[in-house]
Every structure is written in C-alpha cells, then in structure tokens.
C-alpha cells in the first residue's frame, strides 16, 4: 500500500520538503528521505511502509520502557523498516537500516490501521507502541492508527529518538498518550558522529512534548566512554530537571552490537553512578535498566520514599504495584505522576 506522506509541503522549485522530522529532507522528483522510506513519486512524497510491518509483538509496557503508564498491562508494539538516524549501536539495525543497506528496498508484512487495532484488543493489550524502529518515518500511518486505536478505547505510546518536528507533535497530540525520547548523548558532536543527527532538535522536541501534555519518559543509552563521564550524565540530569524533575529517567546498559563491537557492556557500577548523579540533580525517578536489580528497577514514592512499584524478573515480568488506580501512594496518600489508568 502506497500512501501520500501528507505531512510535507511543496516548495516553488518543484522540490518537496519533508516535515515529518528535523532532517527536513528536501528532495526531488525519484529522490528518497535520508530515513529510505518516504520517496517523491509522481509529484508527490508517498510513504513507502504505509500498512507494512517489519515487526510486531505484544509487550508488557514496562518493556518500551514505560514505568509510570498503565503498569503491568500489555501493549501491541509494532515498527516497519527505515529510520532518520544512523546510530552505530543501534539494536534493530536489522530494520531501522534495513532500506540502506539493501539498495533502497522495501520490505514488510500488510497489517491494516484496522487489523492492528483488532489485534490489540484481542491480545489484551490496552495500548498501541510505534517502537522497534523510528516511527515518525511512518508518521502517516502511526496516525491512522493511533487515531482509530482512541476510538476504540486503547492508548498509544511512541518510542523515538526525539526527532519529531513541531508541526509532527501538534498533529500527534490529540492520539499519542506517551512518548519514550532517548537522549542517547548530551554532545552534540555525539550526535553527529555517531548517529548522523544533532543534539538541539531532540531537546526541543522533548520540551514541546511536555509542554502539550503528553507523557514523557527518556531512555539513556550509556557507552563505556562514550556517554557515561560525570559531567555529561549530570548535564542530562539538570536538563531533564530543568523541564520537570517528575520526569522518568531510565538508563540502561550498552552491549556491542552493529558497528559497536570494540566497546564492552556498560558494568551495573556505571549506572548505579548514573542513578546517583541523578538522584542529586533532583529528579525523583530514576531507573536503571537491562541489568538485573531490582532495587533501581522498582518505583518509590517521591513523598514518604516507600517502594510502590515492585519490579523484578525479566522486564515486565513480575511487577507488584501498590498505588491505588489514580496513582495514589498508599502510605502517605501523595499522588505520583504518570497515567496510571
Ligand atoms: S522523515 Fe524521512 S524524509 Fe522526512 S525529513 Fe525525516 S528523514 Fe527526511
């Protein structure tokens, strides 16, 4: 299925620019975006993955991660091939540069706007992701989706690297309930070495997301030597709190892969660090992840400090949760921030 990649404009010169992400791909007649999925054809910029799947699973929500939205419930995640950023850790290579690395081809299995809601609801899960690969690439079709998904009582989560532009997020407001946004470094020459990106656009973006209300949650990558110093986890730290000290902070471990092989796993004593700066920066969720402790995993109220949320196991696999179905501390009555219903 071949859909008109509608978030774009025409410029005077016959050119087409993209203005789904901060790459704003400006691009001719036959030319494809940097992401390899949106491609001017006709005179139009068209969606090539418009109802194609590259990969689909049902999750518990803790996976994406999501700690304070709907815990313990169920979320049907899908993504389909192509990406605006070329990280060299990435851990779905397989798909975000699939297209790339394949000449420019298309891949992927037909799944409806109308199916995936139909199959969300019968796999129990109260929630739709747009994750494995980037999904503002496939913004279109995320929007078809989550906007059917609400009409049908489900929520929607986007796991993204932050890239969105601000027209993208005002479209994505009404439907998109929650957003994971990495911030995979607090350089900007970070970013533009290893993932082909800049640093500004994905605290804008983190930013105005907030600012209209959706549900944020970030994710931090540490990289033996890449990321991971004092200074730079506590930059990220005062930023995050600059906007909102209630907002979760999950960091979690490296292990080589793709280009990144040369570099070893994160050990558990950098992100045990990592949540201390934290700590002391004044956010008061902080997490850490893909290490198996569940002392950093779980949730402690931000009043009395009692553990509230227990979670140990595989991600997602035990999780005991206490507050009440507002959120509500049952030790000291303090409402902690998040959806919890
Ligand atoms: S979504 Fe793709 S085509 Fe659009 S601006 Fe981003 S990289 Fe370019």
């Known amino acids: 299925m071949l859909e008109k990649a509608w978030l774009s404009r025409e410029l005077k010169n016959t050119k087409i620019m993209c203005e789904a992400c901060s790459q704003a791909c400006v691009l001719s007649e036959g030319e494809y975006g940097i992401c390899g999925v949106r491609k001017v054809e006709n005179g139009e910029l068209r969606l090539l993955v418009y109802g194609l799947v590259a990969a689909v699973n049902v999750d518990p929500v803790e996976k994406k991660p999501m700690f304070h939205f709907l815990p313990k419930t169920k979320t049907f995640s899908l993504g389909t091939v192509g990406c605006n950023l070329s990280c060299s850790f990435c851990q779905n290579h397989e798909i975000s540069q699939y297209t790339k690395e394949n000449d420019n081809k298309i891949t992927g299995q037909e799944l409806s706007s109308e199916s995936i809601v139909d199959l969300a609801i019968k796999n129990n899960s109260s929630s739709v992701s747009y994750t494995y690969n980037e999904p503002i690439v496939f913004f279109e079709y995320t929007y078809d989706t989550a906007k059917l998904a609400h009409e049908k009582g489900l929520k929607n989560i986007y796991v993204t690297s932050g890239y969105e ?13 929650a957003m994971n946004i990495d ?23 983190l930013k105005y997301a907030h600012e209209k209300g959706i549900w944020v949650e970030i994710t931090t990558l540490l990289i033996p030597g890449k990321n991971d110093s004092d ?27 793709y280009k990144m092989l040369d570099i070893p796993r994160t050990p558990e004593s ?39 949320i227990n979670r140990s196991g595989n991600i997602g696999q035990f999780v005991n949760n206490e507050l009440d179905e507002n959120g509500v501390c049952p030790y000291c009555s303090y409402k902690l921030e998040g959806i919890w219903k």
Do not use: M
């Open 270 to 308: 950098t992100l045990v660090r990592a949540y201390k700066i934290a700590q002391q920066a004044g956010l008061k969720y902080v997490y850490i992840g893909n290490v198996d402790n569940e002392d950093f995993e779980s949730t402690y109220c931000a009043n009395c400090k009692k553990r509230v």
């Open 231 to 257: 200074e730079e986890i506590r930059d990220i730290a005062r930023f995050i709190a600059s906007i909102d000290t209630s907002i979760p902070w999950h960091l979690s471990a490296f292990h080589p892969t």
């Open 165 to 177: 532009t601000h027209k993208a997020i005002d479209l994505l407001t009404p439907y998109i309930d």
């Open 183 to 205: 911030i995979k470094s607090f350089s900007d020459e970070f970013y533009k070495e290893i993932c082909g990106a800049r640093l500004k656009p994905v605290l804008q973006t």
